[in-house]
Each structure stands twice: as C-alpha cells, then as structure tokens.
C-alpha cells in the first residue's frame, strides 16, 4: 500500500459567520490509498476547528501511523490506533473506497444499506445583517430547506423573521453553535414557534447540557457540539430529539454508521452535517444520509471550485454519483 496525504485549500464565494468564528476558506486534507493493482481509495477531511484539529495536525497523525497503514491496516484494527477526528475520518474514508474499488461492489453495499436515493438537504445561510440573509435565501431559489446561523447578539428574531417572510415555502432550522443562553433562547422561542422553525441545533454550550432539563419547547432539538462520538449519546437521552452526525467529528463512515445504529436504539432521530469541504467530504456523509431525518450536506456549494465529477444539487436535493467516490 501507498500513502499519500496532502492539504488543500478550498476558496469560498464569501466568508461564511457563525458564533465566534468566520470562515473564509475550508481547509482540507486529502489522503490517498494505492494498493499493488493501482486501485486507489481517496478521502477528505477539514477536522473540528472548536477542538484545534487543523489540517496539519491531522496529517502529523496520518505520518506517525505511515509504516502500519502502507503494511495494509484495516478500518477495524484504525479504530484503535486514531482517536476520533479528521485524521482518522480521511483514513477510514479512504479505506472504504478502496474496498469497493477491490470488491467490485459499492460502499452503500458493503455497508448493508439500501441503494441510495436523492436526499432533501438544507442550504445554509452565514449570520449576517437580516435583510442579507433574507435576499441570500431568495437567492437559493432551489432550496427546499434552509438552516439559518444565529448569534446571541439580540437580532436573531430578526434574522429568522425576515428569512421566513423572503421564503414562506421552505422548511427551516436554526444553528446556535453553542451560542445562546438558557434566558435569550427562552426569549427567543415564541419567534422560532411563529415562523415555523422545525429544529434547534445545539442552542447551549458543551457542558452545559443540563440547561436542557426540563426544557419547555414546542420544538426539536438537536445536538451537535455535545456529541462526538457514540460515548455522548447517553448523557443526550431526554435532552434533546436530533443526534448530529458529522464524519469529521466522530473520526469517519465506520464510527458514523456505528452512531446511527444506537442512537436510533436510544430513541433519537437522526441528522447528518458537514464541516465544509469538496463532493469527496460530503459522498461519505452522503451514505450515512441514507439513514438520517435531517440532511445538510451543502458544503460544495459555497466553494469556488470542485472536483469534476461532483455531488450533484437540483430541486433542494443532493446526489452522489457513485463516480465520486465510493463506487465499486
């Protein structure tokens, strides 16, 4: 086996706000696997900004595990040897693609699931001025759902009023990002109530869960930042109704897929997000879509460039052509 693992940048359109934190580029690292045939598996990840995992770090991980990987680890035997995070997301993914290209048969298969079909996926707005972000959701004329960024910085009724009077015809959610406080959401919900809000992504900060209990909302809740990997569903049980799963965050398909199967057991609903990126970070989270309630896998469409062939949008919908990744 050969290893190779190299960082890119990916240009955006416009920076991109959420609480804390602007984007002005989705910083990637992509790691290729080529075995003695030629067969090549590829996979991509940007890591957790919240939690230092940068693409240099990752690709420090990737270089130490070199001697085990190109000796022909399996994804069982990387799941020891990687914590949770991008480095392992990128080897685990690229794993997976390698196999299909080996077994001629593709991902969705080996994972068990059904073959895969067209997803509603939300398109996502930055927090901007309201009136931006209101002309910003005419804009995406195709979308059929739209999750909206909020700040606690006292406009976010704002924000969510003047979304919902541009685009009475979508379904919507909100993202907090860790950002608000149990008095400003209190505040907050009637809004959200009123204009059809549909789900709340993490409205508190990690470890403050328990702002959660006891909670009087007419609305779901999903949690995000809360939940890494399968170790923080328990603690989530009553809290909240949407478990969030991003490869990035749980460290790949194997442990995303793992996730879904006992959450759903728990009694969640799913969601699959994305931390940005390129077609090839979103085909993976697009297999794990197949399961999920919620999909927000729009990171493509703020880039400049993608990769040729590309997820594919139309009708506020994503599709994976097999050809970008995962096919046998």
């Known amino acids: 086996m050969r290893l190779q693992a190299r960082q890119k940048s990916w240009a955006i359109k416009a920076p991109f706000h959420i609480t804390g934190y602007t984007f002005i580029a989705f910083d990637a690292l992509i790691v290729e696997l080529t075995d003695e045939e030629g067969r090549t ?62 077994s001629g048969k593709p991902v969705w298969q080996l994972a068990g699931l059904d073959e ?125 109704d949407v478990i969030n799963i991003k490869l990035d965050k749980c460290g790949g398909l194997t442990e995303a897929l793992a996730i879904a199967g006992e959450a759903r057991a728990l009694g969640f609903e799913l969601m699959v997000g994305n931390m940005g990126g390129s077609s090839l970070a979103m085909a993976p989270a697009f297999v794990v879509g197949q399961l999920c309630d919620v999909v927000d896998l729009d990171g493509p469409i703020s880039l400049i460039d993608d990769y040729t062939p590309s997820v594919v949008y139309e009708d506020g919908s994503v599709w994976c052509p097999e050809a970008v990744w995962g096919g046998a």
């Open 41 to 102: 598996g590829r996979g991509e990840a940007q890591g957790v900004y919240y939690r230092h995992d940068t693409p240099s770090t990752m690709q420090a991980q990737i270089e130490a595990l070199r001697a085990p990987v190109e000796a022909g680890i399996d994804r069982q035997a990387l799941q020891k040897l990687l914590p949770a995070g991008g480095a392992r997301n990128a080897l685990d993914c690229a794993l997976w693609d390698l196999e299909a290209r080996r």
């Open 116 to 240: 895969p079909k067209p997803l509603r996926t939300t398109y996502t707005l930055g927090a901007e001025e309201p009136e931006a972000m209101a002309e910003a959701a005419k804009a995406y004329a195709d979308a059929r759902a739209i999750k909206l960024k909020l700040t606690d910085d006292g406009r976010s009724a704002e924000r969510v009023l003047a979304v919902r009077q541009a685009r009475p015809d979508v379904w919507l959610m909100v993202d907090a990002n860790q950002g608000f406080t149990r008095e400003s959401f209190a505040r907050l919900l009637p809004t959200l109530d009123q204009a059809r809000v549909d789900v709340v992504e993490q409205p508190f900060p990690v470890g403050k869960e328990d702002w959660l209990d006891g909670l009087d909302r007419p609305i779901r809740i999903a949690a995000d930042e809360s939940v890494q990997d399968r170790r923080d569903l328990k603690k989530m049980v009553g809290r909240v």
